[in-house]
């Protein structure tokens, strides 16, 4: 006999899939369909589907560890857990003062998590050293939009939108693999006729669903970009009276488009001419049509000016602010959108507020009761955050997040979490950086908590605990509670999370991601509530009832977010790479993911199932460079770069650029494709330049020896 089903939703990407969760007589708990939620109506990948193996005693923590005098973790009670944690904090504070403390939080935290968080760190510590993973997702795409519109939210239409339009761009995105039910929208879209452009250095298993796909040499999607832009203008396809009605900065932005003319662009970026003016004509033909990014093109030191460069586009042919037409960042972490909306990043106060508007900081200030210049002022990005470990900032408390696998330059990180003074960890698993911890606290689950996320349409959504946590399991937020408590705050630091979420409605109410005209109640009524989402206004009279706000599916609709309601264009021009090939590195690496794994995988890699579909990394090159290698399908190959060596089999494939290779970034060890990655910065976003690096390739032998030329085998494609 089973249990009533529990609406909930799944725990891994952002496109946040229904399902309904049912718990059998000997506790297993299976998921089954849940046709009713609109996004997925039912469907799931192997990820969400086998989600609750992680649930499972035996593949997670449920005692905390402390780490003993012979420097091995061992099990201890909760209160000896805590206390070494707060006595350490208040220690660190007092020797070194309030930004010596570091919090460092993730996308997959609900929305009350990532609001206690960054009001523990602001409050409780006193630090302005507090941001999180969601920084290595979507940040440009997010500085891009906020520049452009005045306000970003990841889709500024619903899912829905995507089959009605007449054609799709989509660059560096490959959602048949990072989120399998959503491709249903694009195949919806060629069924109506519509057309879909994709754009990516891989002919990945979306590309193949393609209509057109450009495969530009990693790094200069922008370029790409304005040869479009140039084209738009050469051809007569700008929409004039839009631009004159609905934007400004046209002129500066049309005269560095015109710079990029189509052969130099060919040149740049490997995409022929006749390629640059089909993807012009499919995109200009239909009365609709959009862009959607997501971490190709925004993962790169420039990637601010590249999704800028994209939203021009947009913008030149009309085709933002009007019906199934616009930009869009598709979000990447489970609630990546919301985890940056309520003050877990370093620049930002709940409700999207800026850190540094004095109005923003006094009304947040009034509703957590305290003084508004007591909070302290933006502080370091994630990356930089992790670089000054174990200096500037001597102890560091993290949350839902992996950065030992995760981060750029990850061994240079993994050094700087081993130098810090002390280091706490909540978590679910023993993920690899939770193994370097002094103290880590075995936390719940997406099952076993109530919480809300935001998905990448900006749907705020309600997930419901179905099962009850195993034994000596805590959630992040009696976390939170159990420390302010013990670090002198008694009172702001609820452990129920429609109380949290309560709070939360007030602090982001009259803020650009307004949530204080939702609730819980309608949350589960209607399939979750859009933001922005003001509470009403009082009605007149003793017995009239103000009507709640609807919600705002769809964005921009009469004027933009800015001051004056216009779209800016981004007058933004091509450079290189951060790090171009040369003779000693003279090939392009980029990392991205595969369909059986999540992330840094810390929970996938526990389920038997996505482990036997994905057991390990690999490096995926053209047959071209596999043949000077001298290099078989599954041979070990070394990718080496400024920052490391990784070693990994070969995967030998015509669907990827023979100047390129590619490795998936799941997994740690020696297959570990963040030890590669460059850490260099966009100057706006501080996104990390994940997407390309120069790297050289060497066949290694069975006995560890390389094979062949006078740098180890090392050749140019």
Not at 19 to 38: C, K, Q, S, Y
Not at 40 to 54: Q, Y
Not at 193 to 204: A, K, N, S, Y
Not at 691 to 701: H, I
Request: hydrophobic share 40%.
């Amino acid at each position: 006999m089973q249990n009533t089903a529990t609406p909930t939703h799944c725990p891994y990407c952002a496109l946040q899939c229904g399902m309904n969760l049912t718990t059998a007589a000997d506790g297993t708990v299976e998921v089954t369909e849940r046709a009713d939620f609109p996004v997925n109506r039912g469907a799931l990948c192997g990820k969400g589907r086998t989600a609750p193996a992680v649930l499972a005693a035996s593949a997670r923590l449920t005692s905390p560890l402390v780490r003993d005098a012979s420097g091995t973790l061992v099990p201890a009670g909760w209160d000896e857990a805590l206390d070494l944690i707060a006595g350490n904090l208040s220690r660190t504070r007092a020797e070194h003062g309030a930004d010596a403390l570091g919090v460092f939080g993730g996308g997959g935290l609900t929305n009350e998590k990532a609001y206690t968080l960054g009001k523990f760190a602001r409050v409780v510590l006193g630090t302005s050293q507090i941001d999180y993973n969601g920084r290595f997702c979507m940040s440009s795409a997010a500085a891009a939009g906020t520049k452009a519109f005045g306000l970003d939210r990841g889709l500024p239409f619903p899912l829905e939108d995507v089959p009605k339009t007449g054609c799709v761009i989509l660059v560096g995105s490959n959602p048949a693999e990072t989120m399998p039910p959503s491709l249903r929208y694009f195949t919806e879209l060629r069924e109506n006729g519509g057309t879909l452009i994709v754009v990516d250095p891989r002919r990945t298993r979306t590309a193949e669903q393609a209509d057109l796909h450009l495969a530009p040499r990693p790094g200069t999607d922008l370029a790409l970009a304005l040869g479009m832009l140039h084209l738009v203008v050469a051809e007569g396809r700008v929409d004039e009276e839009y631009v004159e009605a609905r934007t400004t900065g046209w002129e500066d932005a049309r005269a560095a488009a015109m710079a990029h003319w189509p052969e130099q662009v060919e040149r740049i970026t490997g995409v022929s001419v006749p390629e640059l003016r089909e993807a012009v004509r499919l995109f200009c033909a239909p009365r609709a049509a959009m862009v959607l990014t997501a971490r190709g093109p925004e993962q790169q030191a420039k990637g601010t000016d590249t999704v800028g460069a994209w939203i021009n586009l947009c913008l030149a042919t009309g085709r933002a602010g009007r019906p199934l037409s616009g930009y869009g960042c598709l979000t990447g972490q489970g609630n990546g959108q919301g985890g940056r909306e309520h003050g877990q990043k370093a620049d930002q106060l709940p409700g999207y507020r800026k850190l540094t508007d004095p109005a923003a900081r006094r009304h947040v200030a009034e509703v957590w009761g305290v003084d508004p210049d007591s909070l302290p002022g933006p502080g370091r990005s994630a990356y930089e955050l992790l670089d000054a470990l174990g200096t500037d900032i001597r102890s560091l408390l993290l949350m839902g997040s992996n950065p030992v696998v995760s981060a750029p330059r990850a061994a240079h990180i993994e050094e700087r979490l081993r130098s810090l003074d002390f280091l706490a960890v909540c978590d679910v698993v023993l993920s690899e950086t939770a193994a370097l911890a002094d103290v880590v606290l075995p936390v719940t689950q997406w099952a076993e908590e109530t919480g809300t996320t935001t998905s990448l349409e900006g749907r705020v959504l309600l997930r419901r605990r179905a099962i009850a946590p195993p034994e000596g399991v805590r959630s992040d937020l009696e976390v939170l509670h159990g420390l302010a408590d013990r670090l002198g705050v008694e009172k702001g630091f609820p452990t129920e999370p429609e109380e949290v979420f309560e709070e939360l409605r007030r602090a982001s109410a009259g803020g650009p991601a307004d949530y204080s005209g939702i609730s819980y109640r309608r949350l589960a009524e209607e399939n979750g509530v859009f933001w922005p989402c003001p509470a009403p206004a009082e009605a007149p009279g003793p017995d009239r009832h103000p009507e709640p706000h609807p919600g705002t599916p769809r964005l921009f609709l009469d004027r933009f977010a800015t001051d004056d309601g216009r779209a800016r264009f981004a007058p933004v021009s091509h450079r290189p790479s951060a790090e171009e090939p040369d003779e000693e590195y003279p090939v392009l690496l980029t990392t991205g993911r595969v369909v059986a794994q999540y992330q840094s995988g810390a929970q996938t890699r526990r389920v038997a199932e996505l482990n036997a579909a994905a057991p390990g990394p690999f490096v995926e090159l053209h047959p071209r460079l596999a043949a000077r290698l001298g290099a078989a399908e599954g041979d070990p190959l070394a990718v080496v770069s400024r920052r490391g060596r990784a070693v990994a089999p070969a995967r030998i494939t015509t669907a990827i650029r023979p100047d390129t290779v590619f490795m998936p970034f799941h997994w740690p060890g020696e297959g570990r494709a963040n030890t590669l990655t460059n850490p260099a910065l966009d100057p706006t976003s501080r996104m990390p330049e994940f997407k390309v690096c120069a790297v050289r390739v060497e066949a290694v032998g069975t006995a560890g020896a390389t094979l062949g030329g006078d740098r180890g085998g090392a050749v140019t494609p």
